[in-house]
């Protein structure tokens, strides 16, 4: 079982950057795939980045790649998201989340795959 709590969001202008964290608690964080996802008022949840449980394996969507990165510390229990060259379009909900399968898979875009969640933090890019 662990808890994920995300923070870090806020309002920022259009070419901007933002750091996103997210907390666990729990013993088991260094065993867990984490990944960042997003969703917009009206749309379905979207992945971002995923991480493999020790940080050597990364993966991000097409539409970050070369703005956002993952990383993680699991020394602090914490993954992080930087988001960079932020656009309007970037304006969601941020939800950070993990992966209990194990690590015989690899990091997945899939967010039915991801056991647990957090609450999300609001991410606002102004034009």
């Known amino acids: 079982q662990v808890s994920l709590a995300e923070s870090g969001g806020g309002l920022v202008q259009a070419g901007g950057s933002l750091r996103l964290s997210c907390a666990a608690s729990?013993?088991?964080?260094?065993?867990?795939?984490m990944g960042w996802f997003r969703q917009a008022p009206g749309k379905e949840r979207e992945f971002l980045c995923a991480?493999?449980?020790?940080?050597?394996?990364?993966r991000s969507a097409d539409s970050v790649k070369g703005r956002f990165t993952i990383s993680r510390d699991n020394g602090k229990n914490t993954v992080y998201l930087q988001m960079n060259s932020l656009k309007p379009e970037d304006t969601a909900v941020y939800f950070c989340?993990?992966?209990?399968?194990?690590?015989?898979?690899?990091?997945?875009?899939?967010?039915?795959?991801?056991?647990?969640w957090g609450q999300g933090t609001q991410v606002t890019v102004s034009s």
């Open positions: 729990g013993r088991t964080f260094s065993r867990y795939h």
């Open positions: 989340a993990a992966d209990s399968r194990g690590t015989i898979y690899y990091p997945t875009d899939d967010p039915k795959k991801y056991s647990y």
């Open positions: 991480i493999s449980s020790g940080g050597s394996s990364t």
